[in-house]
């Protein structure tokens, strides 16, 4: 039975996978302020500062994503990486001729212009296969940066639907959410992640405390209710492969959400 591909979405978790691991080398080679050595154009950074506060006015009040890289095209993912090559990326990735030719690839299929017309199905297989080798290497590199065994999943990345993101902008497993949420509303989380031995993956997501709940699904929705009434009302989302072994004891991997609810608004 043929796999269906996702196409646009393989492109997306790698774009933002390529974000994450390029704000973690510099940050490593130029500490907080990384953002003023970046090696790309002023016009560029501008950029990306014109479209974030287009979001911001075209959905006012929603929380988005704060972090200015994640607003770059392709285009400046790949330019960041070659001209960074020697601050860290030839740690991530290895052969640098390999890399611009990955790299190239998925910057045509990503052209606009690509999507006007039915990507092939050799293309679509082209896209899953790059992306899934280069995710693979981030995460064997963060494993290493991180002490952690290659033979463990990382998570690399979970989003809610309130703009709360992981990796953190200063690093750390804990996201403290900014919005005061209410009895009723719902949190929609989202995880992505590989094993980098090809195993399958497990998802639990629940209020920190209360037993796991482990499920094949990336994604779960949340509704409040008032057992979740306090300030800190925390959510732990671990993932586990299914080999025979764990990282931590159950799991391979953790990060927390953290939120404020309060009752009903009477």
């Known amino acids: 039975m043929a796999i269906e591909i996702d196409a646009e979405t393989e492109l997306k978790l790698l774009e933002n ?6 704000q973690i080398v510099l940050k490593n080679k130029f500490g907080p302020q990384w953002l003023n050595n970046l090696k790309v154009s002023p016009e560029r950074v501008e950029r990306w500062r014109e479209r974030l506060e ?3 006015k075209r959905l006012p009040g929603k929380a988005l994503d704060g972090r200015l890289l994640y607003y770059s095209d392709f285009y400046d993912i790949n330019t960041i990486i070659k ?15 390999t890399i611009e030719i990955f790299l190239g690839q998925m910057e045509k299929l990503r052209d606009p212009n690509a ?3 039915e990507l092939t199905n050799h293309q679509k297989c082209l896209i899953a296969g790059i992306s899934g080798e280069l995710r693979i290497q981030i995460m064997q590199y963060r494993g290493r940066g991180e002490n952690v065994d290659s033979y463990f999943a990382v998570i690399e990345a979970i989003k809610d639907n309130l703009g709360n993101s992981y ?20 949190i929609e989380f989202h995880v992505t992640s590989t094993d980098p031995n090809g195993g399958q993956l497990e998802y639990s997501i629940a209020r920190t405390g209360k037993p796991e709940d482990w499920q094949k699904e990336n994604h779960k929705t949340i509704t409040l209710t008032e057992e979740h009434i306090g300030k800190f009302c925390d959510f732990s989302i671990r993932i586990r ?17 953290r939120y404020t609810v309060l009752p009903v608004e009477k």
């Open 115 to 117: 999507h006007r017309r």
């Open 167 to 186: 990796p953190c902008p200063h690093g750390g497993n804990m996201v403290i959410a900014e919005q005061i949420l209410r009895v009723g509303d719902t």
């Open 241 to 257: 492969t299914d080999k025979p072994y764990t990282a931590l004891n159950g799991y391979d991997d953790i990060v927390s959400f």
């Open 83 to 97: 001209k960074h090559w020697s601050d860290g990326f030839s740690d991530v990735f290895g052969d640098l001729k």
């Open 54 to 56: 287009t979001e911001k």
């Open 17 to 22: 996978s390529m974000r994450d691991v390029i």
